[in-house]
Structure formats: C-alpha cells, structure tokens
C-alpha cells in the first residue's frame, strides 16, 4: 500500500462528476469511497465512515495509503457513473446518503464497479 501519487490523484479528480462531492455538490473533495468509486467532501466522509465498511471503505485521497486494487476501483469508477447508475435503478441524487448506499441497486453497483476492474461479466443482481 502506497499513498496516492499526484498523478493518481489528478486522473481520480478528472474523472466526470469528481469535480464535486458525489453527495452534496461542494467542490474539491479529498475524500473517496473505494466502494463505490466516488470522492466527497469531509462532513459526507463522516456519514459514509457510519455506514460501516461493508457498505462504504472510505479514504483519504491525500493522506491514506491505497492498495492497487483500490485505485483501480477509483479510476474504473466516478462520481457521474455512479450517480448514473443510481438513477437507472431508480435511487434519485437527493435521496439521502445512508439510504441511497444501502440500497440494493448501490449493493449492485459495488459488484458491478468490481467486475469490471476484475475484467469478469457485470453481475445484474445481487448474490442469493
């Protein structure tokens, strides 16, 4: 595990949608969900930290250390991709944040947003 290199950093923050917080809007974060493949602001962080690790695995863009895997979840990903999805499932922007990541269709996209960076066919439902 090594912390995020500048480079990384950039590519991560110019992914489309990751100019803002996935969930509030502000702009600049530093924070990421390596579940999902999004970056928040700090007061969002908190609320994706209580979800648990199960739902979110959240960490700093600046000052954690990252896996490979982990980045590779980060540049697959996005804050639009995701919001994307979401959308498609029916889990609107403003729902709010523990209910929009705990739901089943953000269960998916963890799997999905897995699959592809695994290079295995996208699931299109959740594990019995």
């Not at 962080?45 to 490979?68: E, K, N, Q, Y």
């Not at 979401?86 to 403003?94: C, D, E, F, I």
Request: glycine share 8%; hydrophobic share 35%.
């Amino acid at each position: 595990m090594v912390q995020m290199t500048a480079a990384d950093q950039k590519v991560v923050k110019a992914i489309p949608g990751n100019n803002q917080c996935a969930d509030c809007g502000m702009k600049n974060p530093q924070w990421a969900s390596v579940s999902f493949g999004t970056v928040f602001c700090l007061e969002c962080s908190g609320v994706h930290r209580s979800l648990g690790v199960h739902i979110s695995f959240v960490r700093s863009i600046a000052m954690d250390s990252w896996t490979d895997q982990q980045l590779a979840l980060m540049k697959a990903g996005g804050n639009q991709k995701c919001k994307s999805y979401l959308s498609s499932k029916g889990v609107a922007p403003s729902t709010p944040i523990k209910a929009k990541y705990e739901s089943p269709a953000a269960q998916l996209y963890k799997e999905v947003l897995k699959a592809r960076v695994e290079g295995r066919p996208e699931p299109t439902e959740l594990p019995k």
